[in-house]
């Protein structure tokens, strides 16, 4: 039997609520609707390129925000020594150039497995709490728990709108 994404009963984002319960409720209805846009393609569908020369693809996607996921919320906020998931010195760019040799329901319950620690890693703490960010170039910045929050909607809803297209190019669904 050949494997597909799963379905998901995505979650619908918040109209009411305080600070936390909106950025929660939106970060997770962007985190479903990527989801969404995988559900019940094939290994090889995950696979397709958008369009020529671009290598983005619905499972580079799904790679690419297990790492967000994980640097902002575990490796970044929480300070966890935790080992990158790909070789970027090798390839920056491995979460999608390695897609032919990934296994998308590995990569699938790698991202879930992500999504939880993350929560983990967030519950409990201010949104006020900062944290040093340190850049590459030296410099170093004092961020929010709460500009994570707003940083990882905008991530993802910028990369859904990637999906969306992919999608449409794959089997030609469209829509929210």
Not at 17 to 37: A, F, I, P, Q, V
Not at 49 to 78: C, D, I, K, Y
Not at 127 to 155: A, P
Request: glycine fraction near 6%; proline fraction near 3%; charge should be negative.
């Amino acid at each position: 039997m050949t494997w597909r994404a799963p379905e998901i009963n995505r979650r619908h984002e918040p109209f009411l609520g305080d600070e936390r319960t909106m950025l929660e409720g939106w970060l997770n209805y962007h985190r479903d609707t990527l989801l969404h846009k995988c559900a019940g393609l094939t290994a090889e569908q995950l696979r397709t390129a958008s369009v020529e020369p671009s290598g983005l693809n619905l499972l580079g996607l799904v790679r690419h925000m297990t790492v967000v996921e994980r640097a902002w919320f575990r490796q970044r906020f929480a300070g966890e020594d935790l080992p990158e998931l790909h070789d970027w010195a090798a390839d920056p760019d491995a979460e999608f150039t390695t897609v032919s040799t990934a296994d998308p329901e590995a990569e699938f319950a790698a991202f879930r497995a992500e999504i939880a620690a993350a929560d983990a890693a967030a519950a409990g703490h201010d949104l006020g709490e900062e944290f040093t960010l340190r850049r590459r170039d030296g410099s170093e910045h004092q961020v929010s728990l709460r500009w994570v929050y707003v940083h990882m909607i905008e991530e993802y809803a910028r990369h859904n709108g990637h999906a969306d297209l992919i999608r449409e190019r794959i089997d030609g669904a469209t829509g929210d």
